[in-house]
C-alpha cells in the first residue's frame, strides 16, 4: 500500500478530537466503521456460535467504542475497548456514559506495544485498526509483524479474532496471520460488480489461535 496520513497517530488523534467536540456540541457519535451492517454481521457471528456472554473481549482500536455499546446492549458483560488516540478514549467514555453502560472498560493503549494486564482475551475484534497500520509511512511491514505477535499475547489459545478489512483480501489475511492462527470462516460482506467481474470491498474473517 501507498504510506498515508491514516496510518498516523497525528490524524486520528486530530480525527477524534474533532469527533469528540460535535459529540460534545450536538451529541453525534461519529462514524462507525464499515457501518452498522459490520456491528450486526460480529454479534450475530457471536451470537450463531452461542459464544457465552462472559466472555472477554477485546476492541483493538475502539474508536468511538460504539460496537462495545451495541455488544453491551446483546447482553455481552465483559468488554473491554482500546486505543492509542487518548481523545478517542474521552470519545467512548462520554459514548458510554451516554448509553449508561458503565461495564465497559476503556484504556488508552498502543496494541503494537500492549501493557502485561492486557491478556487472556477470549475474542479480539479489529474493524479498519490493521488496516490503518497498514499504512503506516514509517516501516509499515514490520508493524503488521508487531500487530501479530502482540495478539497472539493477548489472545487466549483457541481464542477467536475477528477481523474486517477494506485493505486486504481473503488470501492476503491468511498470509499475514499464518502464524499462530488458523481461518475458521469467512463472513458474508456486500458485493459489487465491476467489468463483469464480481468482488467485495469489504473481507470480514474469522481466525482462531493455535
Known amino acids: 500500500f501507498s504510506p498515508s496520513v491514516l496510518g498516523t497517530k497525528e490524524h486520528w488523534d486530530a480525527a477524534y478530537e474533532r469527533e469528540l467536540q460535535t459529540f460534545q456540541d450536538i451529541g453525534d457519535t461519529g462514524e462507525i466503521w464499515f457501518g452498522e451492517e459490520s456491528m450486526v454481521r ?6 450463531k456460535h452461542k459464544v457465552p456472554l462472559d466472555s472477554s473481549v477485546l476492541d483493538i482500536g475502539t474508536g468511538n467504542g ?6 453491551a446492549k446483546s447482553g455481552y458483560m465483559n468488554l473491554t475497548g482500546i486505543d492509542y488516540s487518548p481523545s478517542a478514549i474521552q470519545l467512548s467514555e462520554k459514548v458510554r456514559e451516554k448509553e449508561g453502560m458503565s461495564n ?8 503494537l506495544a500492549p501493557s502485561a494486564e492486557l491478556s487472556g482475551f477470549d475474542i479480539c475484534i479489529d474493524k479498519g485498526t490493521f488496516d ?19 495478539l497472539g499475547r493477548v489472545l487466549k489459545p483457541q481464542g477467536f479474532f475477528l477481523i474486517t478489512s477494506c485493505n486486504w483480501t481473503k488470501e492476503e489475511l491468511l498470509n499475514e496471520f499464518r502464524e499462530g492462527f488458523e481461518i475458521l470462516e469467512e463472513l458474508p460482506t456486500p458485493k459489487f460488480c465491476f467489468g463483469g467481474r464480481i468482488g467485495n470491498s469489504v473481507t470480514a474473517l474469522v481466525f482462531q489461535r493455535k
Do not use: N, Q
Not at 465497559?104 to 496494541?111: H, P, R
Open 42 to 47: 460480529i454479534i450475530t457471528w457471536l451470537e
Open 66 to 71: 460504539v460496537l462495545l455499546v451495541e455488544l
Open 104 to 111: 465497559i472498560k476503556l484504556k488508552v493503549e498502543d496494541f
Open 132 to 150: 490503518a497500520i497498514s499504512l503506516d509511512p514509517s516501516d509499515a511491514a514490520g508493524k503488521r509483524k508487531l500487530y501479530v505477535g502482540s
